[in-house]
DNA sequence: AAATTGTCCAACCGCACTGCA
DNA sequence: ATGCAGTGCGGTTGGACAATT
């Protein structure tokens, strides 16, 4: 089956977008919503392919994508979540919605898995876990030992969700919870609020355009700028590299967005995190199906009662991650 | 200063899945 | 049951920029 790509239509441009054509993109999904993404540039005059316009909306004009560095929280969930779901970037984005698959994806491969390889050659077998790494890597490791590695692995994945869900370490959640009760909760009209983030982004991208910036003070400034589009003003969770190096700012977030009970709590992680979030941030339809993710990993996590703190505990040397 | 190498990331490609007629 | 159309997803590429020689 299957059928040729829309991308193969003479006359549709390619590579990078304008801020004229991201205007008009924003313009159209405004009024129409997202979806429909064939009408797209027959309704707009757009010289794009329906997919890149629907992929030029999800990774970079959607409303509410967080730009700029990972934090270390950020990246723990992905490394962990990686080691339960594999390469499954659109299910670990969903339980990161400010991030997109593409950049949890790039993420993963441009820093993430040198990292941890740098660091198993590093422990270089001395550590235990290293040299089941090692040893299953040069493909000795026992079947046995394989599905206890595995299974070790599926713990830890669990037990890092659990945590993650749990009052204790609501830090991260508190955030994500915070951006989306906003845009679950109606307190702006939802469509209204969506797009007026994206307008703030073209708002950055022109001024990046006029500005002719090197990139990376471009990217610096977006970071900025979406982080204030994201979170109320004052509360950067983008961490510039002062706050690589140290500063915590999910305490900053502790004290200023209350939690009201763990049940509500993860309810509205659920609904925040999961592809139904996405949804809300105009991305896609809401699929019953979809909920498998978290619910799934939910009713997991709450078949076992053990508790401890994994995320901020977490270290690569004791978790080493195969792939 | 110029050339080379490395890094990052937006965008593309192609397959898979789903819904519908 | 079948084929088509639309969309989602993961892998890959290419260009811009940064760092190094």
Redesign the pocket.
């Known amino acids: ?3 040729p ?4 239509k003479i006359g549709m ?5 304008t801020p004229d054509e991201d205007i008009i993109l924003v313009s159209y999904v405004q009024e129409h919503g997202p ?5 797209v540039p027959t309704h707009t005059g757009l010289t ?5 316009c ?3 909306w ?3 004009l959607r409303p509410g994508i967080k ?3 990972f934090t270390d929280q950020e990246e723990k969930m992905i490394i962990q979540l990686q080691a339960l ?10 339980y990161l919605p400010e991030r ?4 949890i ?3 993963w ?3 993430l898995k ?1 990292k941890l390889k740098k660091l198993q050659v590093g422990c270089s077998g001395k550590h235990e876990s290293c040299k089941e790494v090692s040893s299953a890597n040069s493909n000795s490791i026992s079947r046995g030992q394989w599905e206890r590695r595995l299974q070790a692995d599926i713990n830890t994945a669990k037990q890092a969700l659990k945590d993650a869900l749990s009052f204790e370490n609501k830090n991260l959640f508190s955030e994500q919870l915070m951006i989306n009760n906003e845009l679950i909760s109606g307190s702006k009209p939802s469509q209204g609020f969506s797009y007026a983030s994206s307008t703030e982004n073209i708002a950055r991208l022109l001024k990046s355009w006029d500005k ?1 910036k ?4 471009e ?1 610096k400034c ?1 970071s900025i700028q979406d982080s204030s589009n994201n979170l109320s003003e004052g509360t950067d969770p983008t961490p510039s590299d002062e706050n690589k190096s140290g500063i915590d700012l999910s305490e900053s977030f502790e004290s200023l967005f209350g939690f009201e009970s763990f049940e509500s709590s993860t309810s509205e992680f659920s609904r925040s995190t999961s ?1 139904e979030a ?1 949804y809300v941030h105009g ?3 809401p ?1 019953p ?2 909920l498998a993710p978290l619910s799934v990993l939910e009713n997991l996590l709450l078949e076992h009662d053990q508790g401890k703190d994994f995320l901020n505990n977490f270290s690569f040397d004791e978790n080493p991650v195969m792939f």
């Open positions: 089956m299957g059928r790509p829309c991308c193969d441009k390619k590579g990078p977008w979806g429909n993404w064939k009408a794009r392919c329906s997919k890149s629907r992929l030029r999800t990774n970079y730009r700029g560095s779901l594999g390469n499954k970037w659109a299910a670990i984005a969903s997109t698959d593409n950049d994806k790039n993420y491969n441009t820093h040198r002719k090197p990139k990376s003070e990217s977006s592809p996405s991305e896609r339809k699929d199906n979809e």
